[in-house]
């Protein structure tokens, strides 16, 4: 049980780690942009990283719990699952980053 919350934890704090420094990264790209226009790709990307967030955090618990079952060593269960879905967040914030960037381009050409 214990091996199921620290990976919860790690991954969830690392992925709203990743996604905080998206966000500096965000401002910067919408230079340029009204900030009508920009704040619906903030809301974009902060709905779509806390959702990434949740559920890399929840998915890497259902990893630990196959791989303990499995009679994997409880700390390289975690790490591998904490490694792997930190990186697939990464991944998947950097899409929500372009998305919130067309977003806030669409926002902008549509009116």
């Not at 709905?47 to 929840?58: K, T, Y």
């Amino acid at each position: 049980m214990a091996a199921k919350i620290i990976t919860f934890l790690l991954i969830l704090v690392a992925n709203v780690g990743v996604g905080v420094g998206f966000v500096f990264m965000l401002m910067l790209g919408l230079n340029g942009f009204s900030e009508h226009d920009a704040n619906y790709a903030f809301g974009v990307f902060i709905a779509g990283g806390l959702l990434v967030s949740l559920l890399m955090a929840v998915i890497g618990v259902f990893l630990v719990r196959f791989l303990i079952g499995k009679q994997w060593n409880a700390v390289l269960a975690v790490l591998l699952s904490v490694v792997g879905f930190v990186a697939l967040g990464f991944v998947l914030k950097v899409v929500i980053f372009f998305i919130a960037i067309f977003v806030a381009d669409f926002v902008r050409t549509a009116r």
